[in-house]
């Protein structure tokens, strides 16, 4: 779990998995260079013997982005004793029971993916996109609607908000690529490209029908915070760089300008509808996406919650 400024968040999805303990869950928690007193509160907090024993702080000195502290995080929880079968990945704005982690491994087993995930949507619903959906030809990622007694759906794109990876999926990756996550999108699109990565080494990604999760999901890409700027940026740019590192070029180019003017379309509609959509950050993202730009955009905010 991966903490940025945001401790109130942590502490109450750690408490809500207590339950799980007695099965064997342990967690790897990572503040992320926090600005605020976040690392004091959580170590105040683990002091608690009974999370001492289940909870590992790990702390960054900066802000590693989501992909660098994903990374630190599962380094640590592949070097744990005994190594786990299993790592969780889960936001700390996300609701969960402490059955949702049961339900996703026993999906995962059950379905032999290398990534179970919640549903997009909603318990009942799966986000049900195939490449080349990651490049949102169509308005929004398909919604399939489960049948009954459905367990699972394969799907062409995790929910990186809570999601389990076989831990041999995650050593394969590592030892390939060098990380688990790619640090050089700092933050969004890293589940489209973590499912792509594993699927080009012959492993599957699965919605979890029953699982009972939500994400709040505090970064939207509209709005007039500057997390809702930045997260426009991430996405416009991170998008260009998974579609040209997974396309050829016949497909990518026709697909960007299509792309181009579904995204504007719906910028004028968002502004008839009285909303700020971040067309500059868009842009900006598109640009130096385009232009092969990573890392951490300079005008990143120093909160997730902080306001313009």
């Not at 709040?216 to 260009?240: E, H, K, L």
């Amino acid at each position: 779990m991966l903490n940025w400024n945001t401790a109130d968040l942590c502490i109450s999805t750690v408490e809500s998995l207590a339950g799980a303990f007695s099965e064997g869950l342990r967690i790897v928690l990572v503040d992320n260079g926090s600005q605020d007193d976040s690392a004091a509160r959580l170590r105040s907090f683990l002091t608690d013997g009974a999370l001492a024993d289940s909870v590992e702080l790990v702390e960054s000195e900066a802000n590693l982005g989501f992909t660098g502290g994903v990374n630190l995080g599962t380094r640590h929880a592949l070097a744990a004793e005994p190594a786990p079968d299993f790592i969780w990945l889960l936001n700390p704005d996300a609701h969960v029971v402490p059955e949702t982690a049961r339900e996703l491994v026993a999906v995962a087993r059950e379905s032999g993916a290398g990534i179970a995930s919640a549903p997009e949507g909603g318990p009942g619903m799966a986000g049900h996109g195939h490449w080349p959906q990651p490049f949102y030809l169509t308005p929004q990622t398909f919604m399939v609607r489960r049948r009954e007694g459905e367990r699972w759906l394969e799907t062409g794109r995790c929910a990186g908000w809570c999601a389990v990876v076989d831990a041999r999926l995650a050593k394969a990756l590592i030892a390939r690529d060098g990380h688990f996550e790619d640090e050089r999108l700092f933050m969004d699109w890293d589940e489209w490209d973590l499912t792509l990565r594993a699927k080009a080494l012959g492993w599957r990604s699965v919605a979890a029908l029953r699982v009972v999760a939500e994400h709040d999901g505090f970064g939207r890409t509209f709005g007039t915070t500057p997390m809702a700027a930045a997260r426009q940026y991430y996405q416009s740019r991170n998008a260009i760089a998974v579609a040209r590192r997974n396309l050829p070029a016949w497909q990518f180019w026709p697909m960007l300008a299509v792309r181009l003017g579904r995204d504007f379309s719906w910028f004028a509609r968002l502004r008839l509808r009285g909303t700020t959509p971040n067309e500059k950050a868009y842009v900006k993202g598109l640009i130096d996406g385009l232009r092969g730009a990573t890392g951490r955009w300079k005008h990143h905010p120093e909160s997730p919650l902080a306001r313009r």
